[in-house]
C-alpha cells in the first residue's frame, strides 16, 4: 500500500518550519537559510564536497521510493505568485521532484509540465481528495509530502501522514509558520524516536503504528 511520507523537513526549537515574512528576496524569511545548514552540508545535497555521515543517511530517504509529491501553495512560490502567470516554482527548469507534484492552492491554474519528469498540477482540493490523486498517479510508490508546516499540519490533523521525519535544528525562531500549533498527543498514534546527529541537529522520525483492533 502507498505511504504518505514527509521527509527533512526542518524545524527550529520551538517548531517553526519557516520564519516571516516570506518573500521572492527571503523565501525563509528571518530564518535565511539556518533551517537547512545540516542539508546543504550532505552529499545528498553535494555529491562534491558534503559529508556522507549520519545527516546523509537520513537526508537520501527523501527520494526513494516516490512517485509523486504534494506540497502547499507558500512553498511553491513567495506571497502574490498566483498573480503571475509566468511564476514556475523557485527551482529553475529541472526541478528536483521528477514526478508529478500537486500544489494546493485556492487559485489554481492549468498544468506546468517541466524538464526532468516534474508537472506541477494545481488542485483546490481537500487533503483527503489530493491524497487520492496523488496516490493514483504515485502508483505503487509512496507520496512525499512536501510541506510547508500549514500543509503537513493539515495532512497530520485529517490522519494522513504514515511516516514524517523532522530534523529538529538548535535555534530559536520565535515567529514563523508553526508545525505544531493544534496538534495533540501524537504520541499516542505515532512511535517517535530521535536520533543525535554530531552536526548539532536531531532527527525525529514519527512512525504510525499499525491500528490494532480492540
Ligand atoms: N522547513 C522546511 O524543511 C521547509 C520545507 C518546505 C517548505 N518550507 C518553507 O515553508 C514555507 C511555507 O510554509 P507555510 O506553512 O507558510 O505554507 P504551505 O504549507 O506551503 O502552504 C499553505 C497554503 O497552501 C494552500 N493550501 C493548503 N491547503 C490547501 C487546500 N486543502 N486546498 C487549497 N489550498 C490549500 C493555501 O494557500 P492559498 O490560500 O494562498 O491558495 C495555504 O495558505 C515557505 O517559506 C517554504 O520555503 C520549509
Known sequence: MSL???????????????GEPQSLETPFGHAGQRLHGWMMATRFWDPTTGGAGVDDVFAERHSIGIGAEIMGANKFGPPGWQDDADWRGWWGPNPPFHTPTYVLTHRPR????MEGGTTFHFLDASPAEALAVATEAAG???VRLGGGATTIREFLTAGLVDHLHLVQVPIVLGRGTRLWDGLEALEDTYDVEAVSSPSGVVHLTLTRRAATSA
Open 110 to 113: 492549468p498544468s506546468l509540465e
Open 4 to 18: 504518505v511520507r514527509v521527509h527533512n523537513f526542518s524545524i527550529s526549537l520551538d517548531g517553526f518550519g519557516a
Open 140 to 142: 505503487d510508490l509512496d
